[in-house]
């Protein structure tokens, strides 16, 4: 089966100074994303999607709702995939963190913070929705909508590298598409495609 893994869209900034952990909508050019990347799934040319799963966090819920419309599909939540900072009280996108320089940006080159979740534990609970969506999806093509963190977490499973904060920066909404044998054996077909962007001026970076 074909597993299409795609980043949720641009949300706003948002730090909850009452420690709750924060979750996101999307910022306006996000939205445009969100409909962007719907429409270039829904092309013929994409070929049949059979079933839409989406990570429960608000960024990616509205980013899968116009995906859902454009393919007539009813998204299937499930919490292994939420990102790993989902109990942090603060949410910054990850270009102007890099632009900022702070103590956050250290901490997520180091794969630290408080909030997080364990790399090891993260890892585990990807891998398991991983295994769940091939295995309820045998020989079908299936679009899940989660976080640069998930992504990062099943491309190195595929490749075997060590649990960690990840070996790249996936743009938002890039398709990432994973190709999962019946015999159990993972392999990339391709990674942080934006072909969807282009022109748009939605790219982030």
């Keep these: ?34 409909e962007a990347v719907a429409a270039w799934l829904a092309d013929p040319k994409e ?42 009280h603060e949410y910054i996108p990850v270009e102007q963190l890099k632009a900022e320089k702070g103590e956050r940006w250290e901490a997520l080159l180091r794969g630290e913070s408080e909030g997080w979740v364990d790399a090891a534990v993260f890892r585990q609970q990807v891998v398991s929705v991983m295994e769940r ?8 093509r299936v679009v899940a909508v989660c976080h640069g963190g998930v992504i990062n977490a099943i491309a190195s499973e595929v490749l075997g590298l060590a649990p960690g904060p990840g070996f790249f920066l996936p743009d938002y909404t ?11 054996e993972r392999s990339i077909k391709s990674i942080n495609e934006t072909s969807h962007l282009r022109g748009t001026g939605l790219l982030s970076r």
């Design 174 to 184: 890039c398709l990432n598409r994973i190709m999962i044998a019946s015999t159990g």
């Design 47 to 88: 070929g049949r999607i059979d079933a839409l799963w989406c990570s429960p966090m608000l960024r990616a819920r509205q980013t899968a709702a116009p995906i859902a419309a454009a393919l007539g599909l009813s998204p299937v939540f499930d919490a292994d995939l939420a990102e790993y900072d989902r109990h942090h």
């Design 133 to 140: 969506i091939a295995g309820a999806h045998r020989g079908q």
């Design 1 to 34: 089966m074909e597993l299409i893994v795609v980043r949720h869209a641009l949300p706003i900034r948002v730090v909850n100074t009452e420690g709750t952990p924060a979750d996101p909508p999307l910022d306006e050019p996000g939205h445009h994303q969100a």
